[in-house]
Every structure is written in C-alpha cells, then in structure tokens.
C-alpha cells in the first residue's frame, strides 16, 4: 500500500523519525504539517497514513490538530501515530488523534511514543550528551521494530497516563495562544541579524523590521527559534538562559525551515 507520513518538527526529533520510516518502508513519502497548511493542500489518496509530532502541554501540537481535522483521506485502510517526546506515556495526543479521527468515521491503527530529547528548554536544560546519546540508540532501535509492525499493519496501542488532568492542562494552554510568546526576548547586542528564527517559524509568527526578531503573537510553542538561533540570542524570560540548545544531530536547521 502506498504510504504517506505527515509530520511536525521544530528540532528534527520528528523529521528524524518521518525521515528513518521513509527510509525502510516501501512506497513512502513524507510531508510537513506546516508546508502543506501554507499551500492549503488537505487531501491524501494514500492507503497508509501516518502522523509523527512532538507531544505538546500532554496532547497534540496546535497545527497538527488543524491539519488533521481538515486532512481529507478517502482511500485510508491504515492510520498510525508517533509522538515524540522527552518523556513517554504522559499524556493523550493519540486519544485527541482519535476524536478527530472518528468524526471522519476513521480510527487510529497504531500508535507509540518514541522517546528522543525534550526540548521544553521552560521547564528543565536539556539533557546531558551521553544521555542523548543513549536515547538515540534506543530509539533507532524501537523505530525498526516500529518500522516492522506498519509493513505489516499490525495494530499496537500504547499507555496515556493522566489523560483527564492533561485535558485540561492542554486545554487551558490552547486557550491562552494569544499569550504563549508574551516572555520571548532577543539580546540584540548577541543577535547578528542572521534570520535563522523566521526561517524555521512553522506559523509566520516571527517578523525582523529592524533585523532582529518581533513575535507576532499567534505563537504555537514549537521553540524553533530558542533552539535554533546560533547565539543563543533568544529567550523566554531569564528561566531558559544559560540552558543548551538542541537540534537533532542527523538534521540540518535549513531542513526544519520548511518543516
């Protein structure tokens, strides 16, 4: 069957993923969320269909949320999730996948966490070399036998903890968008003016009058630009200062601007 893979990257763990799939599976291509919400192409005749996404406030990432209840699959035998994340089983993207998906009169196949490096820099540093190192190796491992289960279509279900109080935790997050970029700073005596941070912007939310960056307030939360600028110029607040950045190792930024 032929498959298609949408995902969301703001760091490379999901590309990385998408990426590793399309590479071992046959008649596979993959696709960004965000490039395909910009051209407003919301339909897909693959018979496989596959979404790879960070785990955002324990649930889906905004725009995975919108492309996927637009997203038209007619042809759709086979639907399976990965959720990215510094911490597995923690939370309900798969569960808010599968609310959207049966008003579609479809449902969900498979689904696993893969856990790679967190990059919520708001809420702890990212983790140690060695420690990335090891999670790495652990997740090329899962992602073959995960690769296995979708050539066969084989259906696996995963643990979601806390899918009550995530609820409302990710809900309350939604709700507050408007917000969500009210503490990014720029120290423009770092900032060299490269416009790296509007380049990986999933959303456009990023503009540069005067070169460096202004948030425009329709902020998804993906910290792109945190992790992605080469002077660590940007910040939220003074909690994520001094914290090390991360981009997967096997993905260039310039593949994420797209993405």
Known sequence: MKTAIFYFSATGNSLYAAQFLKDTLDDTEIFSIPALIRQKIFTTDA????FIFP????GLPILVEEFVER??????KYIFAIATCGV?????PFTDLNEILAKKNLRQNASWFLRLVSNYL???DTAADWRIKIRYWF??????????MISQNELHS??????NSGKKYHDDWERRRADLDKNFICDVSKCVKCGLCEKICPVGNIQRPHGSPE???HCVECLGCLHVCPKQAIDCGDVTKGRKRYIHWQIKPSELFNA
């Open 71 to 76: 997203l038209e699959m007619p042809n759709a």
């Open 47 to 50: 018979e496989k269909i596959g």
């Open 122 to 124: 708001m809420l702890r």
């Open 55 to 58: 785990q955002h406030y324990f």
């Open 139 to 148: 997740a090329e491992r899962k992602l073959k036998k995960i690769a296995a």
């Open 215 to 217: 948030w425009q307030h």
């Open 158 to 163: 995963t643990w979601e903890v806390g899918k």
């Open 88 to 92: 597995p089983y923690w939370g309900r």
